[in-house]
């Protein structure tokens, strides 16, 4: 699935990142690399300490609302009969960055990688 069409900065030209294209890679600013001129492109600082700080606080609240799901069901914390819930959190995780790179697309602006 392509994402939504942005420009290159370096060559003013169309490009269509994908949704993952959009989540910083570990260890890297590579994140996209222009199909036209053959520029390495990352997202600006800016969105990236948004990117943080919104993640940080969505996963905060996602561990307080499972824990307290747990405690509403009955279901002791620190026992082994809290796994029937954890497909429901790995899918919750992936929904989680999935709805951190659409976020990355409204926010973030793309820029070249100097070196």
Known sequence: MEGLAVTCPCC????????????????TFKQYRCAHCGAWLTIDLRSRIKLIAVSSMGCLVSCVGYVELLLALGIPVREYKNA???PFAIV??????????RYMQKIAQWKVIEY
């Not at 003013?12 to 260890?27: A, E, N």
């Not at 919750?92 to 790179?101: P, S």
Request: a positive charge; hydrophobic letters at 40%.
């Open 84 to 86: 029937v819930l954890w």
């Open 92 to 101: 919750a995780f992936f929904f989680g960055q999935y709805a951190m790179a």
């Open 12 to 27: 003013s030209q169309t490009i269509y990142p994908r949704t993952k294209d959009y989540l910083p890679r570990p260890g």
